[in-house]
């Protein structure tokens, strides 16, 4: 709570920044809140800056792809750098999140694979066990694959994280992260760090 506190402040510059580009691109929402599903399973909604068009979702969720016609152009950057997650300071506050761990999906998330084979996540080896430990900001499939890798890889990496969780691993993943968010490779395909 304090850490997640001091960082609202520390960034609340870039609060009112972000704010004012998002609602000048096309006057729409600032925020975007989206249910996640968080430890044990359980729904939260995660709070973010919204970096898509207005109504880019009909239907049921689906990832965002390279160069998705759904991005807006601050969007781009805000993702590029992971401004786009600055809002879930406020979730980390909560306790719905900690700032490492896997990923927060959402409920009923869908992956589709290049041959339009479409399959729920949570239909993928390693979604129930990856709920054993709050959802993060940042994590180990976040820094190490591209946002595109496959869910199996990244459950991988989830579970690998959830085996070696320590202070200095997560320490290590934040240092990493503020390297990455520093040099806008959050969207990367190329090796992030």
């Known amino acids: 709570m304090i850490v997640s506190s001091l960082g609202f402040c520390i960034s609340l510059p870039l609060w009112i920044i972000f704010c004012a580009l998002i609602w000048i691109e096309d006057q729409g929402p600032i925020f975007y809140t989206q249910e996640r599903v968080g430890k044990d ?35 781009r950057f805000l993702r590029a750098t992971a401004m786009d997650e600055l809002p879930q300071l406020i979730n980390i506050f909560k306790g719905e999140m900690s700032f490492v761990g896997p990923r927060a999906l959402r409920p009923k998330e869908r992956e589709v694979f290049g041959n339009s084979e479409v399959t729920e996540l949570r239909n993928i080896l390693g979604y129930k066990e990856r709920h054993r430990v709050r959802p993060g900001l940042t994590g180990y ?25 320590s202070f200095l691993l997560d320490l290590k993943l934040i240092l990493f992260s503020f390297w990455i968010s520093f040099r806008g490779k959050w969207q990367s395909r190329r090796k992030k760090i």
Not at 56 to 68: K, S, Y
Not at 143 to 158: C, H
């Open 41 to 75: 399973g359980k729904i939260f909604r995660a709070l973010k800056f919204r970096s898509m068009i207005k109504n880019a979702e009909n239907g049921l969720p689906v990832q965002a792809i390279e160069n998705d016609p759904r991005i807006t152009r601050i969007g």
């Open 141 to 165: 499939a976040q820094v190490y694959l591209p946002p595109d890798a496959p869910s199996l890889e990244k459950f991988k990496y989830d579970l690998i994280y959830i085996e070696k969780m």
